[in-house]
């Protein structure tokens, strides 16, 4: 059974810090896609950033140069490493992998990242 878990999340002043972790188990991380969406009070989901099975990573402009995201092949993670965070940024942040072969589609339950002004 395939399972993703976010944590991470918390209470941030703007401009802080945060790392997400996305730990995944019943599937190997390095063979899926994985994207970060977040999801603000009353909002659609978003696409936040991406890497791939081949390591190609892809960023949302409303994050892009403040975002990282990386791959820990060997803890079968995802992390999401977010700098200069601002009120904008606060949602609910969800872990997704797409199995290429299949197109099967994993989502972890989410983690809240709250930016206070």
């Known amino acids: 059974q395939v399972q993703l878990v976010e944590s991470g999340g918390g209470l941030v002043q703007s401009g802080g810090s945060l790392r997400l972790s996305c730990g995944a188990s019943?599937?190997?991380?390095?063979?899926?896609?994985v994207n970060w969406f977040r999801q603000a009070q009353g909002d659609q989901r978003e696409f936040v950033a991406s890497?791939?099975?081949?390591?190609?990573?892809n960023y949302a402009v409303a994050v892009r140069g403040r975002t990282t995201i990386s791959r820990d092949n060997l803890g079968n993670t995802v992390d999401l490493q977010m700098n200069g965070l601002r009120p904008e940024d606060t949602g609910v942040y969800y872990c997704?992998?797409?199995?290429?072969?299949?197109?099967?589609?994993?989502w972890g339950q989410g983690t809240q990242v709250t930016v206070s002004a």
């Open positions: 019943g599937i190997t991380i390095s063979k899926v896609h």
């Open positions: 890497i791939t099975n081949h390591a190609e990573v």
């Open positions: 997704n992998a797409v199995d290429p072969p299949t197109a099967r589609m994993f």
